[in-house]
């Protein structure tokens, strides 16, 4: 990892470090883990991302994973869509600090209306068929979404392609898979 770049997630380390007991962004054991339970799974995605990605979603960001990571270490504008103000305001304090190109809408996912992206993100924030629903109406045509999952991941394709026809390869990870869902339409 370039120097600028480690200096900055020290950076985003410290500032998770700071607000998290106040806010509860990430678990009291998290926090001894934040570089490879967190910062390291949100770089995971990176080899993924296809070139061309002019902006990107990220939903339901929390604490910045995977978007706000990925805003850093790739330069690509991020749009993070997160309903918890207070959390809100955590990101919009961390972009502004790393000097991140990435935009807070502190608002639900539902009610957002950024401009569709190519590219969509989303960690631990709900099972692949509900991502779906919440993803769709984000994305721009011929875009991907991916989604880190743990061990549960074929249970929650198999539940999504009951409603959803789509294309999704499956990358496995340290910590599970990272579903790479493409040609996405609703049944």
């Known amino acids: 990892m370039q120097p600028e770049l480690t200096t900055k997630f020290h950076a985003f380390e410290t500032l998770i470090r700071r607000w998290s007991p106040a806010i509860n ?15 390291e799974d949100s770089l995971a995605l990176i080899p993924h991302i296809p ?3 002019t902006h990107a979603i990220d939903l339901g960001s929390g604490a910045g994973f995977p978007g706000l990571v990925l805003a850093i270490a790739t330069g690509i504008p991020f749009t993070l869509i997160e309903s918890d103000k207070r959390k809100a305001a955590f990101l919009t304090d961390a972009a502004r600090e790393l000097s991140a ?5 502190s608002q639900r996912i539902e009610d957002a209306r950024p401009p569709p992206a190519p590219l969509i993100t989303a960690r ?26 743990g061990e549960t991941a074929e249970t929650e394709i198999a539940a999504a392609k009951r409603h959803w026809h789509m294309d999704v390869e499956r990358c496995k990870t340290a910590s599970g898979y990272i579903l790479k869902v493409s040609d996405l339409r609703h049944d």
């Open 25 to 39: 962004l990430v678990s009291r054991t998290d926090l001894e883990n934040l570089w490879p339970r967190h910062i």
């Open 101 to 105: 190109p990435a935009k807070i809408l």
């Open 124 to 149: 631990a924030l709900a099972p692949l068929e509900k991502l779906l629903t919440l993803a769709f109406p984000h994305l721009a045509p011929n875009g991907l979404c991916l989604f880190p999952k």
């Open 51 to 53: 070139p061309q990605t």
